[in-house]
């Protein structure tokens, strides 16, 4: 999947809150309906058969209860995507990233591997810590080998960690600093590694003799070992597909510094210039590069301008999920799954407890149908409609998103308060309620932005009756 991420270290949090973001997005000219499910033990297959390889392999015993957002429909295998397990351990699966051809002529790609498809229904179940989910896909990922090149989250309470994966087989992954921010804009984008460091750097069993073998690094004696030199890309479309993007989040959360969006060298990670809280995480999953030239809704620039760079908030988004981890709360409360469907700029995002058996209606039922009854497709309807008028829509559209954000975080408060003064809670009953709150805003959004729409037609006509 074309995506974007965003990986935020406990003390570079708002709240304290380990944080993991990402937004799926299909290709172009495809949408993906997506749903929001609880997988319970005894629903994890103990035998998988992926849909798009020819990959199958036994699954162990006593896997853990997860939440996920897997296709809603089935024409190509389950797609979990991001979820928090009963460990509160979390997850965001894929971010496709790039590669070369010297890494793929040492370790070709592997057809019968595993891929997006697979990962977080092969991984999550089984994983009690961060670290523990890095080394049981490497060892997936050593095993069977993988049929694409993809980075991929994990977080406990304590830390996050980030892999990605080196041509079939090969992998390795970096733990994030505490203090800052990471952004991944379909590019493999570790630049910095330490070979003898496991506390904070984890790779394939044989790395270093893989790396000599066949010449990949490309740092002069002196200097640290870069992964993007070995390992990544330096291509044309990148500098117009994927670069733009980290350059755009971090002129929005370091605007003190001055970079180029099509730079190489932008920092995988760096410290924000003030902790970062969810809803700064949801306007950089929506940017468009507003005000600059390159924003398709802006004033500024030309046509050429406004459509060199793809945006971060793009119109085929399928889902985007806010992982957050809160370290100093109950464990029944300590993981919150942030949700959105369709194309961020004009999508709420909703928090929901993930310790609980299932999911309300409205996120969970998407069907083939378009439906209001569905938060995916009103999402999907209200993007379709408002797109053409953006500036007759965007400040209602700054209204809702303002507005369900503030529902979101006042049931969190409430709830927090309800246990820290002994009285029960039922979380499923919060995710309903939360979940009913959403979609009479979301009704009331639909039906404003259809009023506005409506008039703004090409064959209205002033004169009337």
Not at 69 to 76: F, G, I, K, Q, S
Not at 312 to 321: E, V, W
Not at 393 to 422: C, F, K, P
Request: include cysteine; charge should be negative.
């Amino acid at each position: 999947m074309t995506c974007t991420t965003i990986l935020v270290g406990k003390k570079a949090s708002y709240d304290g809150s380990v944080m993991i973001a990402r937004t799926e997005d299909s290709q172009s000219g495809i949408f993906c309906p997506k749903k929001f499910v609880v997988v319970k033990a005894e629903e994890q297959p103990r035998h998988y058969q992926s849909t798009l390889s020819t990959f199958a392999i036994d699954l162990p015993e006593k896997p853990l209860r997860y939440t996920s957002v897997p296709n809603a429909l089935n024409d190509e295998g389950i797609w979990g995507e991001a979820g928090i397990n009963a460990a509160n351990v979390a997850m965001s699966a894929t971010e496709t990233i790039t590669t070369n051809a010297r890494v793929l002529g040492a370790d070709p790609l592997v057809n019968s591997g595993i891929g997006e498809e697979d990962i977080l229904t092969l991984v999550l179940p089984y994983i009690k810590t961060a670290r523990e989910g890095v080394e049981r896909l490497g060892s997936l990922l050593e095993n069977y080998g993988t049929y694409e090149s993809n980075g991929v989250a994990f977080a406990d309470t304590e830390e996050i960690w980030w892999l990605e994966t080196i041509g079939g087989h090969h992998w390795i992954a970096r733990r994030v600093p505490d203090d800052s921010y990471v952004t991944i804009p379909n590019q493999l984008g570790l630049d910095h590694f330490e070979f003898d460091n496991p506390d904070d750097y984890l790779a394939s069993s044989d790395i270093k003799n893989f790396i000599q073998k066949y010449n990949l690094d490309l740092t002069y004696s002196n200097e640290h070992f870069n992964p993007r030199y070995a390992f990544g890309s330096q291509r044309d479309k990148d500098r117009h597909y994927n670069t733009p993007r980290a350059w755009a989040i971090q002129k929005f959360l370091n605007p003190e510094r001055e970079q180029n969006p099509k730079s190489f060298f932008l920092p995988w990670c760096q410290k924000p210039y003030r902790k970062i809280t969810i809803e700064d995480i949801k306007y950089v999953l929506s940017l468009h590069y507003q005000d600059t030239e390159f924003d398709p809704y802006g004033p500024q620039g030309d046509q050429v301008s406004r459509h060199q760079f793809r945006p971060i908030g793009i119109n085929r988004t399928s889902h985007t999920a806010l992982l957050q981890l809160r370290p100093d709360k109950p464990s029944q409360t300590t993981g919150i799954q942030w949700l959105s469907y369709g194309s961020m700029p004009f999508a709420a995002f909703v928090p929901f407890w993930t310790q609980v058996e299932t999911t309300p209606a409205y996120f969970q039922n998407t069907t083939e149908k378009v439906s209001t009854d569905s938060f995916y497709w009103t999402n999907r309807l209200i993007a379709g409609l408002a797109d053409s008028h953006f500036h007759q829509h965007d400040a209602r559209l700054d209204d809702y998103i303002q507005s369900t954000l503030a529902l979101g975080h006042a049931m969190i408060h409430s709830v927090d308060e309800n246990l820290e003064n002994g009285k029960a809670v039922d979380l499923e009953r919060e995710n309903q309620q939360i979940s009913d709150q959403v979609q009479t805003e979301t009704d009331r959004l639909l039906s404003d932005v259809l009023y506005t729409a409506s008039n703004l037609m090409a064959n209205s006509f002033s004169l009337s009756d």
